[in-house]
């Protein structure tokens, strides 16, 4: 392990994908929508989703702030890519053999192309953003400081501030926060903030406590507005992922973390634990095996239970399914993946010998074109 290595950032993917995994007990339960309004239940759900929606954009200010500074590998994409097709073709294999689901024409697809089926979003999204990385990286390189602290302003005041208004103004990115555009701006960020020093550990809680604070209380005020007005727009406008208060969240979670220094066996698990997160992800929200967890019966029984239970279960699922899935990784990588990723590296060392030349050959032309 390297002596530059950020260990808090190895916890902190381990944290955010909790926190990703909490957040969809919330929204694909559709519980949210159940709860009696100011109860403990709904304090509790709408405190944790303002606590960790900013997990999504947390991740890709993590790549931002790396990426820049790395060498750009295209075999890691390649491994990325490759780890999503053999997740997806094997649950559909391993549910189709146990008769869950039906093995037809849209499911094999679904199965085989993953991204360019949009079965996770999320990938699919990152996929392009890595692919623009080269390009977005030339341009942060030969950026002076202070021109990347305005564009870093322009985006934030127009893709995170300026949302927050969009029941009465237009909106110049109306996914939410899910699309590319959404990335590439936390791209950006991401890599400005490895220019600048770290924020203190104390402004970082003071951030995520005044943040927090003002997502809740929104929510409390539009949730009684509309219901009192009548109004066509959503209570959850501070919630989306391109609101100014969960890239706050997003920037103090990844600042904070990034200077947490623990002992050198904690060091170990969460630095084996990191390259298993991404698989968490591709296990528990692949769509068919979403359906079998985040089920009725289960809303049932949140519903059902006391406050205090309800907060037990909900973290214990979510840890529940986080150790599931990184075990079936562990495993899996001892196996299929080792052999699997000497393909892929082959693959990719291929494919970056054939860019760097066609990338000289450009350059190259470029040069005789501009002397003559």
């Not at 990723?341 to 450009?362: C, H, P, Q, V, W």
Request: glycine share 6%; with cysteine; proline share 2%.
């Amino acid at each position: 392990m390297s002596k530059n290595r950020d260990y808090g950032v190895d916890l902190l993917r381990s944290c955010l994908m909790l926190m990703i995994i909490l957040g969809h007990i919330f929204t694909h339960t559709g519980i949210r929508n159940d709860l009696a309004f100011l109860s403990g239940k709904w304090i509790f759900t709408w405190t944790a989703q303002a606590m960790t929606i900013c997990a999504v954009d947390c991740f890709v200010i993590i790549t931002g702030y790396y990426m820049s500074q790395t060498k750009y590998k295209i075999n890691r994409l390649l491994r990325l890519w490759g780890k999503v097709i053999v997740y997806s073709v094997g649950i559909t294999l391993v549910l189709a053999v146990l008769d869950v689901i039906e093995l037809d024409i849209k499911t094999l697809l679904d199965s085989v192309f993953p991204v360019f089926r949009n079965e996770y979003w999320f990938f699919t999204v990152y996929i392009l953003l890595y692919l623009l990385i080269p390009f977005i990286n030339v341009g942060i390189g030969n950026m002076p400081y202070g021109m990347h602290f305005v564009l870093v302003v322009i985006i934030t005041a127009f893709f995170y501030i300026e949302p927050l208004f969009s029941a009465v103004f237009y909106e110049y990115d109306g996914s939410e926060g899910f699309s590319i555009i959404a990335f590439i701006t936390l791209y950006i960020i991401g890599s400005f903030l490895a220019r600048c020093k770290d924020i203190k550990r104390k402004w970082c809680v003071v951030i995520l406590s005044a943040s927090t604070s003002i997502m809740l209380a929104s929510k409390i005020a539009l949730c009684l507005i509309t219901d009192k007005l009548n109004l066509g727009f959503g209570t959850s406008l501070f919630y989306h992922y391109n609101s100014i208060f969960v890239l706050m969240n997003a920037v103090a979670v990844f600042e904070l973390f990034k200077q947490i220094t623990y002992a050198d066996t904690i060091k170990k698990l969460f630095a084996m634990i990191s390259p298993s997160v991404f698989s968490v992800y591709l296990l528990h929200e692949k769509p068919a095996i979403r359906k079998i967890l985040w089920n009725v019966a289960l809303r049932n029984y949140l519903l059902q239970i006391s406050c205090l239970k309800y907060m037990i279960c909900v973290i214990g699922i979510s840890i529940a399914i986080f150790c599931g899935c990184i075990l079936v990784d562990k495993l899996l990588e001892f196996t299929a993946f080792n052999r699997i990723n000497k393909y892929i590296d082959f693959a990719g060392e291929k494919i970056e010998l054939l860019s760097g030349t066609m990338s000289r050959r450009i350059q190259n032309m470029i040069q005789k074109e501009t002397q003559h």
